[in-house]
């Protein structure tokens, strides 16, 4: 497939009594082929002055394919006309190249008022969807381009509030004009393009996700649109974990590392962050807050996170060593203890812990824990045990998940390893996440040989996520690498996404 590809082209003027607008919408498939890469639109109007339309992330397709978009509104005036017809390509620039989808040079084309260009071979194609349920809302508006069916039959979508558990069919109505004042459309219908438009609503009443997909019929035919069977889905906000060791201020080009760090969190819009090796200089064990690492990434955020750090021991001599916690979310609840036998400041074997409780919104309250613990011949086995009963205790019935984060010191497949999975309170979240039959193994039916499967796994990062947890794990991904933000520590970060359990 080629890196850029565009899906649809949308051009229409709405007509009010007060005022003419003009929109234009892009809508483009794209391989990921780098962190690193700007999309934009290239375009002029009938003006002949080309101009330089950004697009953004859409959503995620599978593996490394991705939605993007760009979309732009004009207002006519006395003293600013309407881009009226326009001539345009997409270009995709990334550190690996540059990439083109213009028609081999000729570009594309779309007429004033003509409504929707579909330019992939689709007979049926999703038009402006939603990836995210928009607060209380309660019915979801589902547009669909039928490409030369103006008289297909039937269009329904079908679709599920419980992961198909249950399955309803929703019938769309051909709209002769397709106006709404979402796509701020009044397009002909069909329009000259031979795309007809017909539009459903869907009643989801209080449900926190939907799937679905799309069937036309036409002479006993049946064409799909199941978002190249992925399915369609919206849910609300989910909540987005990070996890990273910090390496205690050892790193070179420190200062450019932790702007890296703040950078990833505002780009991928982190809800809650765990720290470990957080530090400050020692200063005779009074500490210096403005050297404090967790402080330092937290003020070069766009708006500073709630935050909550403590330290355990003195390290490499020079600092105040501990964890932290960042949250967009206020901290109804915050604690840190030691889990440790020794709680002697200037013993690297002694470890403390720091929790907080956050409420976050259509998911609940969260308790969560930035843990950094020692290796097994260290005292993994008791520190461990003590997290867990401390967890145990924070556990009420207004908790709906216990999150246990961070550097574990344990390898998939170790002692230490086993003794979280014999003890059946928490499960291993990024490999429910990536490796469903492994972890189904381990977790699920205790197969007596799953020490075998994890032999190639060497992450000592966890989210442990406790059994009784309303939450599941939806995403899970190897952050800080050469292929995104690059290396900021002697660890990778881990970025985690939880949704209600359906």
């Not at 207002?75 to 995709?92: C, D, K, V």
Request: glycine share 6%; net charge negative.
């Amino acid at each position: 497939m080629a890196k850029i590809q565009l899906l649809y082209v949308e051009n229409v003027i709405t007509r009010k009594k007060t005022n003419v607008q003009q929109t234009l919408d892009f809508f483009m498939r794209v391989e990921n082929v780098s962190y690193d890469k700007r999309i934009d639109v290239l375009w002029s109007g009938e003006d002949g002055i080309w101009q330089t339309l950004p697009a953004s992330f859409h959503s995620k397709l599978e593996h490394d394919q991705e939605y993007w978009r760009a979309q732009i509104h004009f207002q006519l005036s006395p003293a600013h006309s309407l881009p009226g017809n326009i001539r345009f390509g997409l270009r995709y620039q990334s550190s690996g190249g540059e990439y083109w989808d213009n028609r081999q040079g000729a570009n594309y084309s779309s007429q004033a008022d003509s409504g929707i260009k579909v330019v992939c071979p689709a007979p049926v194609l999703n038009i402006g969807f939603a990836t995210q349920l928009d607060g209380e809302q309660k019915n979801i508006p589902v547009t669909v381009a039928v490409d030369k069916f103006n008289d297909a039959d039937k269009v329904t979508v079908h679709w599920t509030t419980d992961n198909w558990q249950h399955s309803h069919k929703t019938a769309c109505h051909f709209k002769r004009n397709y106006w709404d004042k979402e796509a701020l459309s009044n397009a002909r219908n069909p329009n000259q393009y031979g795309v007809a438009i017909w539009k459903g609503w869907l009643r989801i009443g209080q449900a926190s996700r939907l799937q679905y997909s799309i069937s036309v019929e036409r002479n006993g035919q049946i064409f799909w649109d199941n978002n190249h069977g992925k399915n369609y889905s919206l849910s609300h906000e989910s909540l987005k974990v990070l996890i990273l060791n910090l390496h205690c201020y050892q790193e070179d080009n420190q200062d450019d590392k932790f702007s890296q760090i703040a950078k990833a969190i505002n780009d991928l819009n982190v809800d809650v962050v765990c720290l470990q090796e957080v530090a400050e200089l020692w200063n005779d064990g009074a500490g210096d807050w403005e050297s404090n690492s967790a402080k330092i990434i937290n003020d070069r955020l766009a708006a500073p996170y709630h935050i909550h750090t403590d330290w355990a021991h003195l390290g490499f001599d020079k600092y105040r060593e501990g964890v932290a916690i960042l949250s967009k979310f206020p901290l109804l609840k915050q604690d840190a203890k030691y889990v440790s036998d020794s709680h002697d400041v200037y013993s690297i074997h002694s470890r403390k812990v720091v929790m907080a409780q956050v409420k976050v919104p259509y998911i609940g309250r969260v308790n969560v824990f930035s843990a950094h613990l020692s290796w097994w011949e260290d005292g993994f086995a008791e520190q461990f045990n003590r997290l867990c009963e401390w967890a145990k205790a924070k556990q009420t019935a207004q908790v709906c998940a216990t999150l246990l984060c961070g550097d574990f010191n344990i390898t998939a497949g170790s002692k230490g390893y086993h003794l979280v999975v014999d003890a059946h309170q928490y499960d291993d979240q990024y490999l429910a996440a990536n490796s469903q039959g492994v972890f189904e193994k381990i977790f699920r039916v205790n197969d007596p040989y799953w020490q075998d499967y994890p032999s190639d796994d060497y992450r000592i990062d966890y989210v442990f996520l406790n059994k009784t947890s309303e939450l599941q794990v939806t995403s899970a991904t190897v952050l800080f690498t050469e292929q995104d933000y690059g290396r900021v520590s002697d660890h990778c970060g881990y970025l985690m996404t939880f949704e209600p359990k359906i």
